[in-house]
């Protein structure tokens, strides 16, 4: 392997390695915690129906987003080498999709399974991801010139909104 080691995260290794973690404390970390209230009547209807439909939406955006990316598909905030600068497919209504696709799923999940503490995990995985993705940013805007322009059309992880 070339270039520098992968623990200086000179690609952006350690906003993976955070990504991670939240998404390990969502696997693993509590979902209940005394004095949170249940979800009540109507609330945990509509948390189920809102869930599964946030989940579907996740999965679609990281889908689309994956095949929208084709060989530009790296798991690093750095773009590849030879990478180019994709804004056509998902990426026409929101600048990345694959972190909203996760981002939804997960607050999906947290709401299929009517857990506050779940949503709380997918905010604070929201949070990792927008600052993952202000870093790629930084890194496609060094790149790629025209990306400032795209960053003015198109919204950074919730389509049409942020």
């Known amino acids: 392997?070339?270039?520098?080691?992968?623990?200086?995260?000179?690609?952006?290794?350690?906003?993976?390695?955070?990504?991670?973690?939240?998404?390990?404390?969502?696997?693993?970390?509590?979902?209940?915690?005394?004095?949170?209230?249940?979800?009540?009547?109507?609330?945990?209807?509509?948390?189920?129906?809102?869930?599964?439909?946030?989940?579907?939406?996740?999965?679609?955006?990281?889908?689309?987003?994956?095949?929208?990316?084709?060989?530009?598909?790296?798991?690093?905030?750095?773009?590849?080498?030879k990478g180019a600068l994709v804004e056509s497919g998902t990426y026409r209504i929101v600048r990345h999709p694959i972190y909203s696709g996760i981002f939804f799923a997960a607050l999906g999940w947290g709401m299929w399974e009517r857990s506050w503490l779940l949503v709380g995990y997918a905010l604070l995985l929201f949070m990792v991801l927008d600052v993952k993705a202000r870093r790629e940013e930084n890194w496609l805007t060094e790149r790629f010139p025209e990306y400032e322009v795209y960053k003015k059309r198109v919204k950074r992880l919730i389509p049409y909104i942020y």
């Open 1 to 81: 392997m070339t270039g520098s080691s992968w623990w200086k995260g000179s690609r952006g290794e350690w906003y993976v390695v955070a990504q991670f973690a939240v998404f390990i404390l969502m696997a693993l970390g509590p979902r209940r915690w005394p004095g949170l209230p249940e979800w009540s009547h109507p609330y945990d209807r509509i948390g189920y129906c809102a869930g599964g439909s946030f989940i579907l939406l996740g999965g679609l955006l990281m889908v689309a987003g994956f095949f929208s990316l084709g060989t530009n598909l790296t798991i690093l905030p750095r773009p590849r080498v």
